[in-house]
């Protein structure tokens, strides 16, 4: 319809330039409509006292609007309006036809396969008609392009799909051909995460437009779809995950899906944890959390996935894996409390279960008298609370409780700063009466280092009766924010935690600690005895580190007024404990941006070196050595990062699937005598894994392809139409074009505008009675 109104395709007016080919100036055409304007509106008016009565108002102003814009039209016409169009010359560019060749175009819709459908579609009649103008090249592309003799080359077989790395090679192995315009014939399934702009810059430069025709329904009919699992990709050994799980699916609301986390590190699946979950509306993204135990130390392979559902159009894409470092050192917590009381004891026992966590104590028993316990030296903690970086930064963790913030002179304050801030340690202050702001933290150095700010004034602190008394209480609540933390998960069921924390017993003292800091997440809150709600558990991420505040000395109740066996206060507790140290860093840290390959083996490591006193180490020399499958091995020496003191930076080709262990460790020789030290070392596993990508997101993908059309200039297509492409690739920029100009005063719309503008005149004129 379009170019039978307007005579040419469309891209022909996006490529060109509409002129006027008239001899008279533009200004006097102007001149010359205002002026026939002019003329039709005095002449109106000076026979709107003889005209019928119903012209005598707005009406006559409509008649003279369609009479103005009729004459209008009219002279612009004796201008010889134009388009100026570039026009690839006939056999003398190359059109490139590329055909994606990967795994989702074997998808089976409607009786054949995607690349059936779009073999169909050319031999149907759009290569004859693209080889009357033009010479044609046809490619496959999957990671790469490569070019063919014919079609029957093509096997659905490729594991990977690149479009933008593809379309790059190609302009790049083309610079010296006349390249008039590409025909991309695909679903859009890109696996790298889109087209880049290196990719399209490069088109753009030589001008060369790229019409793409989609292939695949744009939404499935029966599918359920895991779109992402975001598992904490270091842990300590036995520590409970959280395996956050976005899915989504189509044709199954309201229905009943299992999840399930399986370790399958070792060839034998063996089930972690597993959850019955509602699916929510169509296409919209749903997110659910599982609570799971991790296991032992080593390099663990974790499958999350969804099982499959009666008539489901695509089985493979339920599950996704991670890979996740489990560690076997234990971490150490100082813990400094201020006076002997209930909660100091119980935190201790709750922390003997747990080899991984060592706690190392320090509790004042009078004036000028402490009792350590848990320290390996006798002489550890001799001198009291450290006063170097190298004796405090060997604690992962650091607990203050009942403590005034003047037990710390201003050099140990600076110092627990650095602890959090530059070591990347954790802090967590207790509630007490010589704590928060009853202790004077309030006018300390550390008040940015609190996730809450402080109430200014003392006297928030308070002591419950026994509630057999008569008296009332404090009781915990569980706030949206810890509703899915591992923190405060007691129960792997959602619904079964929640109920949990409502019958866990009083507490037996409480501290209002302020309001929480934008940024920080309150994840438990007290309930007053009068009904106030004041947090209780609040968590901040602060520099490197992380701090928290656990606003009361009481929760040993939980645990004595609990039924025996009940383990909630030593489950809290632990998982606070591992909060509080997961995370940090020791002096050598090697992070990858997935420690999952899909499809393609390169890999840039990170590290960042810290010395003793967790200063960047930038005169370290690092290295990374590699051992994969098949005795593959490798060392790369990493190169330090510009403008970044203490990181390095190494990239490598895994060259095969597989799993692969990394040993990052770092040296550097001793100012003093010369002799080379090793900073510290870090270990990390990635694996490859080809073929999986294409197996997600297999709807087809318009909005890539119709975006790759408009920014370099060609056209998104459906396969219905694509009769009409022949005679829209001509008008292109790219290969050798000659410069056209086309006739547009006599295209079918004009006249159609013009009889238009006159019926409607006639036609309002009968309407109104003034014919």
């Known amino acids: 319809m379009f170019e039978f109104l307007f005579k040419y395709p469309r891209s022909a007016y996006a490529q060109g330039r509409i002129a006027l080919l008239g001899a008279w100036p533009k200004w006097v055409l102007v001149l010359l409509i205002i002026a026939a304007a002019a003329a039709l509106a005095w002449l109106i008016r000076s026979q709107l006292k003889e005209a019928a009565p119903n012209l005598r108002s707005w009406r006559a102003w409509v008649v003279w609007g369609l009479q103005s814009l009729m004459a209008a039209i009219v002279l612009v016409l004796l201008w010889q309006p134009a388009l100026t169009v570039s026009e690839l010359q006939p056999q003398k560019n190359i059109v490139a036809v590329l055909v994606d060749d990967s795994r989702s175009m074997g998808i089976s819709e409607d009786g054949s396969t995607r690349q059936a459908q779009a073999v169909k579609a050319l031999d ?19 990671d790469r392009a490569a070019r063919i003799d014919n079609l029957k080359e093509l096997q659905t ?44 810059s490069g088109l753009r430069a030589r001008h060369i437009p790229v019409h793409t025709v989609g292939f695949g329904r744009e939404r499935a009919e029966h599918d359920v779809e895991l779109d992402d699992v975001e598992i904490a990709p270091r842990a300590l050994a036995e520590s409970r995950l959280a395996a956050k799980v976005t899915l989504h699916q189509r044709g199954y609301a309201g229905a009943k899906v299992n999840l399930t986390v399986r370790d399958v590190s070792s060839g034998q699946p063996k089930p972690l944890a597993a959850r019955s979950i509602t699916l929510g509306p169509d296409g919209n993204l ?31 894409n339920n599950a996704l894996s991670r890979v996740v470092n489990v560690g076997s050192d234990t971490q150490r917590i100082l813990y400094i409390e201020g006076e002997p009381r209930w909660e100091y004891k119980f935190i201790r026992e709750a922390e003997e279960d747990d080899r991984m966590v060592h706690v190392v104590s320090t509790v004042r028993t009078s004036e000028n008298k402490t009792l350590t316990q848990g320290a390996a030296d006798p002489k550890e903690l001799a001198g009291g609370f450290p006063t170097r970086a190298e004796d405090l930064f060997g604690y992962a963790g650091l607990m203050i409780g009942s403590v005034e913030s003047g037990y710390f002179s201003a050099e140990q304050q600076a110092l627990i700063r650095n602890f959090v801030d530059k070591r990347g340690g954790g802090l967590l202050l207790l509630g007490g009466q010589f704590a928060l702001a009853d ?54 069921d959602p619904a079964a935690n929640a109920a949990k924390w409502k019958t866990l017993p009083y507490l037996m003292d409480y501290e209002d600690p302020g309001t929480a800091k934008p940024g920080a997440r309150v994840l438990l809150n007290t309930i007053t005895p009068e009904g106030r709600k004041v947090p209780l558990l609040i968590t901040e991420n602060f520099g490197r580190g992380r701090t928290a505040i656990m606003a009361t000395g009481g929760s040993w109740r939980w645990q004595m007024s609990s039924p025996l066996g009940d383990t909630s206060y030593y489950t809290f507790w632990q998982q606070l404990l591992r909060w509080l140290i997961s995370g940090a860093p020791g002096h050598v840290t090697v992070a990858v941006p997935s420690q999952l390959l899909l499809d393609n083996g390169n890999v840039n490591f990170t590290a960042e070196v810290r010395d003793e006193r967790y200063n960047p180490a930038p005169d370290a020399k690092v290295e990374a050595h590699i051992l994969g499958p098949s005795g593959i091995s490798a060392a790369i020496e990493m190169s330090p990062v510009p403008d970044n003191p203490g990181q390095f930076q190494g990239t490598w080709s895994a060259p095969k699937e597989g799993a692969y262990l990394t040993e990052v460790t770092a040296q550097r020789a001793d100012p003093s005598t010369g002799k080379v030290q090793e900073i510290g070392r870090d270990v990390l596993t990635f694996q490859r894994r080809d073929g999986v990508a294409e197996n997600f997101h297999t709807e087809q993908n318009r909005d890539l392809l119709e975006h790759l059309a408009a920014q370099t200039g060609g056209q998104y297509w459906k396969p219905a139409d694509l009769g009409k492409l022949a005679t829209s690739i001509p008008y292109s920029e790219g290969g050798v074009t000659m410069r056209q100009t086309k006739d547009l005063w006599n ?21 109104w009675g003034i014919v």
């Open 157 to 200: 077989g490729a594991p990977a799909t690149r479009l933008g790395d593809s379309l790059k090679q190609l302009s790049d192995e083309t610079s010296d051909l006349p390249i008039g315009a590409v025909v991309l014939l695909s679903d859009g399934d890109d696996n790298s995460g889109g087209i880049s702009a290196d990719a399209i």
């Open 286 to 316: 749903q997110t659910e959390t599982l609570m799971f135990n991790v296991g032992g130390a080593g390099a663990k392979t974790l499958e999350v996935s969804a099982a499959l559902l009666p008539g489901e159009q695509n089985t493979a």
């Open 439 to 492: 202790g004077g933290w309030n006018s300390s150095s550390l008040i940015d280092l609190l996730p809450t700010i402080l109430p200014t004034q003392p006297g928030t602190f308070h002591r419950e009766q026994d509630p057999r008394n008569g008296t009332t209480h404090a009781v915990a609540e569980l706030a949206p924010d810890g509703a899915d933390s591992i923190i405060t998960r007691l129960m792997d």
């Open 747 to 767: 295209l079918p719309i004009v006249f159609l505008v013009l009889i238009a503008l006159r019926f409607s005149e006639w036609w309002l004129r009968r309407k």
């Open 124 to 142: 149907g009649g759009v290569l004859a008609s693209l080889n009357k103008s033009f010479q044609t090249r046809l490619y496959r592309v999957d």
